[in-house]
């Protein structure tokens, strides 16, 4: 099939501006660049010049905060979706979103292929072009990065030559994403797991506030409502929890994490809010949900977080897994109180009007309505096959 138009995921970034012209040039195709603000910032006048600077025919900045809230960061934190029990999806999160809108682009303009500025070792390929083929398997799928063969000093020499206003220098120490949910930074010297991640990487979790402080997180069905008993809308409600946690210095990730192409990469990441909310979100759980319920989901949930780094939001794994959290969700609603301390994040208290905590069977004082008595059968009943084992083929200590 011969691409007479493509879409492409465009981040304003060197590569991306880049990939307009080469595309243009060396493949004789018409761009349209998209952008999605997932609440990154940035110049969004500015990227659209540089956009129509390279090349493109149409250039697009939807903005996607609210919906990226609610639709993507909200489902993985009902989930309690936490990549190798500790990331929590902040790059993943973004890309199944971006793409969905290059799909309704492509439908809008007319294009025939979607486009992206990945390389072959990344993890963002994989999500780019599993999605779309998930959602528009008609469509072409181009990938600059990986064919033109350029380094960044030839980038930003191609970028000069055709006067696309780049901002990028030929030292780039870091490789930064980041979103409503949290930052991602990789690359200089922490491509050394040995060493320690330098002061200047982090932007979120600078400590500015000394002292201690309580909130209380309100959520309705598993999700976050509300702040100290503010209403905010799901991206407002991210946004304030990355303030405010973050002023503590809480919320950084240091890994080494497996990514999807089968090498191992060593990640730092900010997400104070998205912890925060993690944290809180768990700990509701554990007051709302019954045993066997809250046993299952836990075991779901690594799996849930591998489905979604891997690519495959759109899949009918992932959309069964999201009909059992939904239906896990249904009474977890109540308040969680945080305090907050320099460098310390931890829960104080929970409560909710559907809590499972029975104080009178809970307590050993005088309020205790627990029928002491019936457990003697109970626990005669429960190790019988123990205790049958060990007479017949048990170790013996003679």
């Not at 790059?91 to 809108?101: N, Q, W």
């Not at 439908?107 to 292929?113: H, K, L, M, T, V």
């Not at 029975?358 to 096959?385: C, I, M, P, Q």
């Amino acid at each position: 099939m011969m691409v007479k138009r493509a879409v492409l995921a465009y981040s304003g970034g060197l590569d991306t501006s880049v990939a307009v012209r080469w595309m243009i040039e060396n493949l004789g195709v018409e761009v349209v660049a998209v952008a999605c603000d997932v609440g990154q910032g940035g110049d969004w006048d500015a990227l659209v010049a540089r956009a129509r600077a390279a090349g493109a025919v149409e250039t697009v900045v939807v903005d996607c905060r609210e919906e990226f809230a609610r639709d993507y960061c909200f489902p993985v934190l009902r989930a309690n979706a936490l990549y190798e029990n500790q990331y929590p999806l902040v790059s993943a999160l973004s890309r199944p979103l971006i793409t969905k809108h290059l799909v309704a682009a492509a439908r809008e303009f007319g294009a025939d292929a979607v486009a992206h500025g990945c390389t072959g070792k990344g993890n963002d390929q994989v999500r780019f072009e599993v999605s779309t083929r998930a959602l528009a398997p008609d469509l072409e799928i181009i990938a600059p990065v990986r064919e033109w063969g350029m380094t960044r000093e030839d980038c930003i020499a191609y970028a000069a030559r055709h006067e696309i206003p780049v901002t990028a220098s030929r030292e780039k120490l870091y490789s930064i994403d980041d979103n409503l949910w949290g930052r991602a930074i990789e690359c200089g010297e922490m491509e050394d797991p040995w060493a320690e991640p330098p002061a200047g990487v982090w932007s979120m979790t600078i400590p500015t506030a000394t002292a201690p402080r309580e909130l209380t997180v309100s959520f309705v069905a598993g999700a976050p409502k509300a702040i100290d008993g503010t209403d905010l809308a799901p991206h407002e409600l991210i946004l304030t929890m990355n303030e405010i946690v973050g002023s503590y210095g809480w919320g950084r990730l240091d890994m080494v994490e497996n990514r999807r192409v089968g090498i191992k990469s060593r990640e730092t990441y900010e997400a104070p809010g998205a912890l925060a909310l993690m944290m809180a979100h768990r700990d509701l759980e554990s007051l709302t949900l019954e045993r066997d319920l809250q046993r299952q989901k836990i075991a779901l949930e690594h799996r849930y977080a591998e489905l979604v780094y891997d690519g495959l939001w759109f899949s009918p794994l992932k959309e069964a897994l999201d009909a059992f959290v939904e239906s896990s969700q249904r009474y977890v609603t109540g308040e969680v109180r945080l305090k907050l301390e320099p460098g310390r994040c931890i829960v104080v208290g929970r409560r909710s009007e559907y809590s499972l905590y029975d104080y009178g069977l809970a307590t050993y004082d005088a309020a205790d309505s627990f029928e002491h008595g019936d457990s003697e059968g109970f626990v005669k009943l429960w190790g019988l096959g123990i205790q049958t084992w060990a007479a017949k083929q048990g170790q013996r200590h003679d």
